[in-house]
């Protein structure tokens, strides 16, 4: 059985920082790309970063240079620290862990982030 958890969201003031944590189990972590995404209510889910099994990142350009994606495969974990939090950082975010070929695609329960002072 394929599980993504997520753990780290919360509420931080703004310019904060925060660290998302994603720890899958009941994949082959390293064949997996894994991306977090974030969700406002009534909005699309949208990509916010991710890192393919070979470690190439890519970011949303609303948060390119205030957070970073890594993994660590020795732990079937994927991370997200986040820094200069701002207000309309605040969504649910979730992971994702992506295989392609063949085309699956696993999703994480999601974990709150809220910026406010």
């Known amino acids: 059985q394929v599980q993504l958890v997520e753990s780290g969201g919360g509420l931080v003031q703004p310019g904060g920082s925060l660290r998302l944590s994603c720890a899958a189990s009941?994949?082959?972590?390293?064949?997996?790309?894994m991306g977090w995404y974030r969700q406002a209510p009534g909005k699309h889910r949208e990509l916010v970063a991710s890192?393919?099994?070979?470690?190439?990142?890519n970011y949303s350009y609303s948060v390119k240079g205030r957070f970073t994606i890594s993994r660590d495969n020795a732990k079937n974990t994927v991370y997200l620290q986040m820094n200069s939090l701002k207000p309309e950082d605040t969504d649910v975010y979730y992971c994702?862990?992506?295989?392609?070929?063949?085309?699956?695609?696993?999703w994480g329960q999601g974990t709150q982030v809220t910026v406010s002072s």
């Open positions: 890192i393919t099994s070979g470690g190439s990142t």
């Open positions: 009941g994949i082959f972590f390293s064949d997996y790309a």
């Open positions: 994702n862990a992506e295989k392609v070929p063949p085309g699956i695609s696993y």
